[in-house]
């Protein structure tokens, strides 16, 4: 696939010069125009460059008959190649004023090009090169008998004992000790002490003597780890793609909580697209019912939703995915003196994989959640003046993301002493931008011999991008918390 061509200064000529037209058609030309969504998105002329050429002198069409050159009257009736019928001297009409508006920017009906490309879009290289090693970066490369996503957190060893607390391997790096406040029980201090901290408060202006009929074992306040997560990538003024998530794990003596989430979308000259948001809410609790919540949204739509809540163990896997087809972006623009009108929109799949465990006998939350999208984008146009052809052609992947997402958080002793477990792990794989679009208007020109017609095209290249692949850990680490 080629590199995005490096492109000339902008010039906005061109553009002025299509609303000029538009306003300028005749009657009978104007009740032909197509009709066009009123809240139709106009493509800012700072994004576009128009490859200009130097300026030609206007050489008007004369009315003739392209078949054998001979004048004709404006009112005889020409059938076009595509079927299109209008009159002569609309046609001519039509056929001037296009001429003399490519004329300025270096264009004509009469050069023997078939096919121009007349204007690019404004392509960022540096943005796109400092967005790629953004992301790049985060996708870390692990070996797999090291991470915990492949271990400990592996869905396949969890299943097997959903009861047992797994053996600890302390790995360098990847187990962090968290010193936390220290805390006292009553039931623990000498009465020595107690005094002594008596004496201490009863000295200070600020403090009152300690009643110890008031004083109470206080539970430790939860402890908990996020994870979160947000790339883009291109433009949201052409074609862009987002992914972003987070897991979150919480807990304490009497319950530890998992929560995961993961969304997908992307832009299209401006609209955002919500392609997919997954989540899923995991409490595991020593008294009362353990919890589950999982919700599946595909285009701002819901189309999953599963809950549950029991006070044994808590045992839930599925799957579940939807097709993805919307249209995303209506469009008013002018490839060079033409007006035109498109719209683009994206096709596709989304959906999720997920495994959840409670066992409320350990206080143990588990959560694997796997959300998936594959969209690619699609477009369809047309001309605004009856005389012109046009359409939209797009072979581009928009966003393709595979994201899995493991969390465990659980209730341990070691020496008797309390500690909270906490591992986060995420595997993530994407793919964006790749391939290309482009629009294109066409008209036919008189020959004045066999064949009588010759088509001339100009396109528009919308995007052209080799795209961006990567895939990686975005996190994989544990840690113990004393309590």
Known sequence: MS????????????????????????????TRQ????????????ETVQINRRAPLQFQPFEVRDPETGKPISPEAVLTLPDG????????????????????QIGYSFRQPEESVVLQETVINQAELKRQIDSVSIEHRKIS???SLFKTTLDPSQIVKQPDAIPNLELRPGALQNLQVNPKFDLGTLQQSELGTLQQKQLRSPVFKPINPDLIRVIAPAPKGYNKAWNYNLGNPNTFSAYVNGKLQLQGSTNFSKAYAEGNAGGYMF???ANLIRATAAMNSQKSGNSTLDVRLNVLGQSVYNFQDSRNTLLIKSDSFSRSVDRQVADLRFSLGPIPMRASFGVRGSAGIQYLAIANPAIVSAYAQVSPFVDARAYGQGGADIYVAGAGVGTNLLL?????DMRGRAYLALQNNNPYLMMQLSAYNSLEALSGNAYAYAYMYVPKFG??????????WNIWSWTGFKTDGYLFDESYKVAL
């Open 270 to 272: 401006g609209n955002q």
């Open 450 to 459: 066999i064949p009588p017609w010759k088509k001339k095209q100009w396109n």
């Open 399 to 403: 966003v393709r993301d595979d994201l």
């Open 84 to 103: 299109k019928q209008v009159k002569a001297g609309e046609y001519y009409a039509e056929l001037n004023r296009l001429e003399q508006q490519f004329s």
């Open 3 to 30: 590199k995005p061509k490096r492109l000339i200064a902008l010039s906005s000529i061109a553009t002025l010069s299509a609303l000029n037209l538009a306003s300028s058609l005749s009657v009978s030309a104007q």
């Open 34 to 45: 197509l009709e066009v969504n009123s809240d139709a998105v106009r493509i800012k002329p």
């Open 144 to 146: 797999p008998e090291r």
